[in-house]
């Protein structure tokens, strides 16, 4: 099920769409994902920037995304991770959540809070966070892009696992995890429920 951004009363559309021919990238004839290498953790962070020019450190998403999900109990999940701008960010959501508008981010979970195999080895989802969404709430908090991406992340990982924020208990043990994790990456919170941009 699709989890819309961190903006107020954003409700999921019923559909379950999958991103993934849109968002994996093929790997080259001979050469092994990270998986399938010798002493290599079994996760995979698929990770696709379509916002040449928007200033988004690669390696340090990854980075952010490994630690995020360490920290959840996820180290042999696999995550998808796109970054648009807001026009393919506006198109998806229409398509998949009736929002004829741009949103800062997107969840597109494949496990949906489901335990995993035994072993842990699983794909989490897809997340999509919109570059332009991002770089809009970082001035209003006078933050730097990369820290909204951080926040963004986190939001959209809780979601792909089957955290919401549409009742208040829930959105409490959402905000609650929500904190705990920008804790993990050293990320200072300062985003309240209710504020824009944040559920």
Known sequence: MPRGG????SRAAAARPRLSQHTFP????????????????????YLSNHTRG??????????TVRRLLAALGERRSSVSVTFVRDPE????????????RTTDVLSFSLVEGEPGPRGGERMLGDVVI???????????YDAPIAREVERLLIHSLLHLLGHDH??????SRM??????LAAVVGMPWAYEPGEEGQP
Request: aromatic share 0%; glycine share 6%.
């Open 6 to 9: 961190a903006r107020r009363g």
């Open 26 to 45: 093929r790997r080259r004839p001979g050469t092994l994902a990270a998986r399938d290498r010798p002493g290599v953790p079994s996760l995979l962070i």
């Open 54 to 63: 928007s200033g988004i450190d690669a390696a340090h998403v990854r980075r």
């Open 89 to 100: 960010m506006r198109a998806l959501n229409r398509e998949h959540r009736a929002k004829d």
């Open 130 to 140: 919109s570059v332009d969404a991002a770089a809009r709430q970082a001035a209003d």
């Open 166 to 171: 549409m009742e208040s208990q829930e959105r």
């Open 175 to 180: 905000v609650s995890e929500e904190r705990r």
